[in-house]
């Protein structure tokens, strides 16, 4: 019997999969039927929506439920598994059996949308260190220009788990959706999915899914303490927030560091951010010593040195480190 953290919403996971003879009925059927093209956005979203990446939800909001705020009766909708995601890709399904075969009970996610620095790895450690395991958990929709793709992410987060995690221990996984760049708003959307895939902790650590400095650095952790208790226990969030503070090397400290264990200045610390990373490698500018591990490292330079075209990165000050006391 399954110890994980069951769906959201009380109704399991909720998919909306044709199959077999239904999913061949019905794709026959779409040949004479009017063709919609859909942003990639809405792409992701109907394939989280199929695979019960949204459950307890089997459909889009319809007009009663936009303006009256009640069911209208809001047109399930019905389709078949994406073919063009990376090798990491995996339904909720798929990601709750492989922990199961695990026997994990207590799992956390980290989020990631840029190849793991070495504060990422951090983070994914300290989960491994109070969790039975963790799901390093990538996103492999669109992100914004400037990003780095999907499969150069994927590579190297795998080169980072065969050379310095216990694989029995970690999960590599994608799920389809592109970023919204939404700070807390997301944070919760992230959490609630991830409940549906059999993890009750999100690691939020600084400015998690933010864009700029239009968020306060831990606005994506503050929110997780405004949310209602429902009377209808199948409607609370069961995926809660590991609150992590800003994280960083720390050259008196000889390792890493956040702000509640590190008691130095920030002239001691190797501010590591993402945005910082892409900066470095856009403009062939040299790495910081202890940003991230140089096997990793090698894979972006590749990807790097083969860009015709590439774009700014700007910094904003969470990422350069100049909120930091």
């Known amino acids: 019997m399954s110890r994980l953290v069951p769906p959201h919403g009380g109704k399991g996971l909720v ?6 003879a239904e999913l061949q009925a019905a794709l026959k059927k779409a040949e004479g039927l009017k063709k919609v093209v859909i942003s990639d956005r809405v792409k992701g979203d109907c394939i989280m ?16 439920d936009w303006v009256q705020h009640r069911r209208s009766g809001a047109g399930p909708l ?6 063009d995601f990376p090798g990491v890709y995996k339904t909720p399904a798929e990601i709750r ?5 695990k026997g994990w009970a207590k799992v956390a996610a980290l989020q990631l949308r840029n190849p793991m620095h070495r504060s990422h790895e951090y983070l994914a450690k300290i989960a491994v260190e109070v969790c039975d395991g963790v799901v390093i958990h990538s996103l492999i929709g669109n992100l914004k220009p400037g990003d780095i793709p999907a499969d150069v992410r994927v590579k190297c987060i795998q080169k980072l788990i065969d050379l310095y995690f216990v694989p029995a221990n970690v999960i590599n996984a994608g799920y389809p959706l592109d970023m919204r760049y939404a700070g ?11 409940q549906n895939y059999g993890i009750n902790n999100l690691l939020v650590g600084r400015d998690h899914a933010g864009v700029g400095d239009f968020y306060t650095l831990f606005e994506a952790q503050e929110i997780f303490d405004k949310i209602p208790v429902s009377a209808d226990p199948a409607k609370n969030l069961l995926c809660q927030p590991m609150k992590i503070d800003w994280t960083f090397y720390c050259y008196k400290c000889d390792g890493m560091a956040s702000m509640r264990t590190c008691p130095h200045t920030k002239e001691d610390r190797v501010i ?10 856009s403009e062939g500018e040299p790495v910081a010593d202890h940003f991230g591990r140089d096997e990793v490292l090698d894979i972006l ?3 790097y040195a083969g860009l015709t075209e590439k774009v700014e990165v700007k910094m904003q000050k969470a990422a350069a480190g100049t909120a930091m006391k």
């Not at 059996?97 to 075969?101: F, K, P, T």
């Open 78 to 83: 019905r389709g078949r598994l994406p073919q």
């Open 97 to 101: 059996a492989e922990m199961d075969a």
């Open 15 to 20: 998919e909306c999969l044709l199959k077999g």
């Open 49 to 64: 929506l199929g695979i019960g990446g949204f459950s307890p939800l089997n459909g889009f909001m319809g007009k009663a």
């Open 272 to 281: 590591l951010s993402g945005t910082k990373l892409r900066k470095a490698l």
């Open 184 to 194: 807390p708003r997301e944070a919760l959307l992230h959490a609630t999915f991830r």
């Open 301 to 303: 330079r590749e990807y």
